[in-house]
């Protein structure tokens, strides 16, 4: 590495530390990913079983365990807590920008490489997923690298050495596998397969092939030939049939139309999604390289959000890989901006300015409505809502400058791009969206949490060490798990909420329930003590 790659490697990961590594631990983790991953990771620390997942100590057939793994040893590290739990992502988030970097180096110039970092880091979604606990940034990550080993794999096939691109390749596949399933296959086969079909020729050796395949099958092996081994087939069946059911049916409430995942990326993805879009259209023909990456990050694209539209589970991280192919279509059009070939074009700048405003009012709103909640509860219907919003929560009313100064932003660096200062101008746009996220997650995002689930998780901490069984009523939850710290010796009996609500229980079982089924269960189930009432949520007791 020479000294001005590594002087640019140096700065990108000085800037990822910087902006995704604060306040990780700031709020609490999020229902329902953030925390059943988390207390996956704290259950193999507590029970000594690294080889299977579980959740409530019970077998959690949805998951291969890599990135638990990570959790666990950044638990050993720096505890149990939400720190812990988000800090491999944003580790993560460093290494994705260096890679992005070293990428777009390789195929343009260091100017291009910026461009790309520049973009993943300054956009909402992308951002903000290296600040979370959940698995899809690794994976995201392992899909990516295979897809570039597979991209040098093709070019050079013919070439004597290229098996260590087809070894590589096939090494990210099998951790992407080990990272969320089968998927981790299937993304890379489907990409090749349409750029197979257009360029209806031979594209890769059959030598080349068969090191990639046995290299994903070794790494993959690392866990599920093990698993098969010790345990045989059972397990694998089981995990395979959950994975069929989060493709074919609408899982645990997460259905939505089939253009939900187009518009998740269009304004979450702002500003590299409004960035991108003519690039779609056009290209240039100048610089082959270029040119080739273009058609691969479109592949990408449409592989992944056709297949995640297809699927019958929609979850907004399920289109997550999209990030990639949608930042470096942004890149590639900013890149021509910048050499002067072309000009951001009139329904870019309207679309820049029209979404940008809409985020910027969202962001200044959500303080406005916790500042003036007493106006809005009489204009809601929701009991859970309006007891939600009647939180004691307090707001300086500097929050709502956030959103205000993010839009003038916004506006200085279109200005910028439109005139003779077009890198100055990029850069105030991405980075002013980065620091607005800095700030956001800091400020406004742990005060909205006091009014959603802040009040049970503190109920689940003030449990924790005493000898009793917690539950949640009416509502999944895995926060009652991970915040209540759930020891490990369980009476297998308590798994039956109609035990623990009737039977002959040998300890007290304390219950979180939102405030509309109150009233039910007071009067289904008589042995029930209402203990308090607290921003949605209600708490009971069934004593001995």
Request: charged share 15%; with cysteine.
């Amino acid at each position: 590495m020479n000294k001005n790659i590594f002087t640019n490697v140096l700065l990108i990961s000085l800037l990822g530390i910087f902006f995704f590594f604060p306040f990780l631990g700031a709020v609490h983790l999020f229902d329902w990913d953030e925390i059943n991953f988390a207390e996956a990771a704290r259950e193999m620390i507590l029970t000594g079983n690294y080889s299977r997942v579980q959740i409530n100590y019970e077998i959690f057939t949805e998951k291969p365990p890599l990135f638990f793994w990570m959790q666990a040893i950044s638990m050993k590290i720096f505890g149990i807590n939400e720190f812990a739990a988000r800090f491999p992502n944003a580790v993560c988030g460093v290494f994705t920008l260096i890679t992005l970097f070293l990428i777009g180096n390789k195929i343009k110039n260091a100017n291009f490489g910026w461009l790309w970092v520049l973009g993943y880091l300054g956009s909402f979604l992308p951002h903000l997923y290296f600040k979370s606990g959940i698995i899809d940034p690794f994976f995201n990550l392992f899909i990516f690298l295979a897809i570039y080993f597979i991209i040098n794999t093709i070019d050079n096939y013919k070439i004597t050495g290229v098996w260590k691109y087809s070894a590589f390749a096939g090494m990210f596949i099998g951790l992407a596998i080990l990272t969320k399933g089968p998927v981790g296959l299937l993304i890379p086969l489907l990409a090749i397969f349409v750029y197979w079909v257009s360029v209806r020729r031979s594209i890769v050796s059959i030598g080349n092939f068969l090191i990639c395949a046995l290299s994903a099958i070794l790494i993959a092996s690392l866990w599920f030939g093990v698993e098969t081994y010790k345990n045989g087939f059972k397990f694998i069946l089981e995990f395979t049939e959950r994975q069929i059911a989060i493709f074919s049916t609408s899982d645990a409430g997460h259905g939505q139309p089939w253009y939900y995942h187009p518009i998740v990326l269009f304004i979450g993805c702002f500003p590299i999604s409004i960035i991108a879009l003519r690039t779609f259209i056009y290209y240039n023909t100048d610089d082959k390289e270029l040119l080739k990456y273009r058609k691969w990050m479109l592949i990408l694209f449409w592989v992944v959000l056709i297949l995640f539209s297809i699927v019958k589970t929609k979850i907004v991280h399920y289109s997550s890989m999209c990030y990639f192919p949608i930042s470096f279509l942004a890149a590639y059009h900013l890149h021509y901006i910048i050499e002067k070939t072309i000009n951001l074009n009139r329904l870019t700048i309207i679309l820049l300015l029209f979404i940008g405003f809409v985020l910027s009012f969202a962001l200044t709103a959500l303080p406005l409505i916790g500042m003036n909640s007493e106006k809005i509860i009489p204009y809601i219907d929701d009991p859970f809502a309006v007891s939600n919003l009647q939180a004691n929560v307090y707001w300086s009313g500097w929050e709502i400058l956030i959103g205000i100064i993010y839009f003038l932003l916004i506006l200085l660096s279109i200005f910028l791009i439109t005139t003779q200062s077009k890198q100055k101008g990029i850069y105030i746009l991405f980075f002013s969206t980065a620091f607005c996220m800095l700030l956001y997650t800091r400020l406004v995002v742990p005060k909205i949490e006091l009014y959603t689930q802040s009040a049970a998780i503190k109920f689940y901490q003030s449990l924790q060490g005493k000898d009793v069984y917690v539950n949640t009523l009416g509502f999944k939850s895995y926060a009652q798990l991970y915040y209540f710290n759930k020891p490990t010796i369980i009476n297998k009996l308590s798994y039956d909420e109609q035990w623990l609500l009737t039977g002959p229980i040998d300890k007290d079982a304390y219950f979180v329930s939102k405030i509309q089924d109150k009233k039910e269960y007071l009067q289904k189930y008589p042995l029930l003590k209402e203990i308090k009432e607290e921003n949605g949520f209600v708490f009971f007791i069934r004593k001995i």
